[in-house]
Structures are given as C-alpha cells and as structure tokens.
C-alpha cells in the first residue's frame, strides 16, 4: 500500500487500472442503445491500463513506448490528473508544478487570440494575468510567431499552435512536463530550441514524461523508458534495452 506523501518522489502508481466501455458504432444510436438494454446486452469494458506499478522520480527522462491502443496516452492522463483510475492509487507531490501537453493546443479555445489564450491557460498553470502579460513578448518570440499573438488561433497552423503551447509551458517553469507526441512537431530549428529547454529544465531538477513511436529520439533523450501492451506494463529499464527488446519481441506481442 503506498503512503500518502512519497518523499524524493514525483508519482507514483500502484497496481493501477483504467478501463472504457467499447460499444460497436451502430450503438451510438438512440434505436440501437435502447433495443441493446431491453436485449439485456452489457457494453464491454477495455482495459487501457491493468494493474500498472511505476514510480517517478525527480529529474527523470522517462520515454513510454507502445503499439497504438498499449494505453500510453492514457498513462500520461492519469499522471496529469486527467484520468481518475478505476482501481488502485496514484499519489503525486503537491508541491511540483505539472504542465501537461497533451495535444496540439489543448485547453485553447479556437476564437480566442494567441494572446487571450496565454492568459487562459496561463491563469489555469498557476500564473497570473498580469505575470502573462509582462512575460509575453518573451512568450512570443519563443514561439516565433511575432504578428500572429492577436490573431485568433483556429487561424494558426499546428506548428503555430505547438509552437505557442511549448512557449508557454516553458515559460511558467514546470517542475514536471508530460509530452504526449508533440515534440516531432515544427522544424528541427525549432525542436531544437525545445530540447535545449528541456535540457536547462531538467538540470535545474525538472522531471520529463513523454510518450512517442520514435524510439532513436527516445533512446537519446531519455534515461529510462517504460513498454506498454495492452495496458500492462512489459518492461520498465534503461532505453537502450528496452528499445532493443521491443524491437525484437513486438511481433510476439501483435506488432
């Protein structure tokens, strides 16, 4: 059973599980939902996490493989408080800033501006309006996107909005960042700049979840990476290794 605090600890999971209900896609009907329910048929249910154990600590590069639907994302979501596990126990340090980037511009709102969007997201990271204003043309010219801050952002393109979204992400300093395959995105100019950022965040202490398919990136940026199946955790050691029996094993496992 894990405490309620975790001293030298980011998170940590015990023997967590997460699970959707999978329904065919004639049931999103009403006609069909209700004929269902009078046959007395149970939806069925999809383990996307089953019984995962893992612990985070301060200053971990941790890269999280997995063939599509191996619960990755889903990982990441309950790390970021998005997802609220079915069994087990999560216990994070409430102290730590999490920022989580979780897809292209989550948390923008479409008509809003670039500007008005940093002060929304801003406010929800913790920081106040007035700290966001007097920081955002270093905001802007990070994401390079000089002339476009007071354009509304359903008007940017996905290199635009990522490139906003790490700016400001960098910019409040987070204690944990949660990448989920966001980072292949922009020009290597670009993803460059971020990984350096990275860099700096994590030698001053900062922590680094990310999910990805591109092993020779997480192989490089990460000191330790986690293989998911099917929701269960496979593997969890150093990347090299990982990466290495992944490659060798995936077609046991449905690859």
């Known amino acids: 059973?894990?405490?309620?605090?975790?001293?030298?600890?980011?998170?940590?999971?015990?023997?967590?599980?997460?699970?959707?209900?999978?329904?065919?896609?004639?049931?999103?009907?009403?006609k069909y939902a209700l004929a269902s329910r009078l046959r007395g048929e149970r939806r069925r249910l999809h383990d996307a996490l089953s019984g995962v154990s893992v612990t985070v600590h301060p200053g971990?590069?941790?890269?999280?493989?997995g063939r599509n639907g191996a619960g990755k994302s889903t990982l990441l979501r309950v790390l970021?408080?998005?997802?609220?596990?079915?069994?087990g126990r999560v216990v994070v340090d409430p102290q730590r800033r999490i920022v989580p980037l979780l897809g292209l511009g989550v948390g923008f709102q479409?008509?809003?501006?670039g500007e008005e969007n940093c002060l929304l997201a801003g406010t929800l990271l913790g920081r106040t309006p007035a700290d966001i204003r007097a920081r955002l043309d270093q905001i802007v010219r990070f994401a390079e996107i000089d002339g476009f801050i007071n354009e509304p952002v359903k008007h940017y393109s996905s290199g635009m909005y990522a490139r906003l979204a790490f700016a400001l992400a960098f910019d409040v300093e987070p204690d944990v960042l949660l990448l989920d395959e966001i980072l292949?995105?922009?020009?290597?100019?670009?993803?460059?700049?971020?990984?350096?950022?990275?860099?700096?965040?994590?030698?001053?202490?900062?922590?680094?979840?990310?999910?990805?398919?591109?092993?020779?990136?997480?192989?490089?940026?990460?000191?330790?990476?986690?293989?998911?199946?099917?929701?269960?955790l496979v593997m969890d050691g150093c990347p090299v290794r990982v990466a290495a029996e992944y490659r060798e094993r995936r077609g046991v496992f449905g690859d």
């Open 184 to 232: 292949g995105v922009g020009d290597e100019f670009f993803r460059e700049k971020c990984l350096s950022r990275v860099d700096a965040l994590v030698a001053a202490g900062a922590t680094l979840v990310v999910v990805s398919h591109d092993l020779d990136f997480l192989k490089a940026q990460c000191t330790r990476m986690l293989w998911l199946d099917r929701g269960r």
């Open 60 to 65: 971990d590069r941790l890269g999280i493989i």
């Open 110 to 113: 479409p008509d809003l501006t």
């Open 1 to 30: 059973m894990l405490p309620t605090t975790l001293p030298g600890a980011v998170f940590a999971l015990d023997a967590v599980s997460v699970g959707f209900h999978r329904q065919a896609v004639q049931a999103r009907s009403l």
């Open 80 to 87: 970021a408080g998005v997802i609220v596990p079915q069994r």
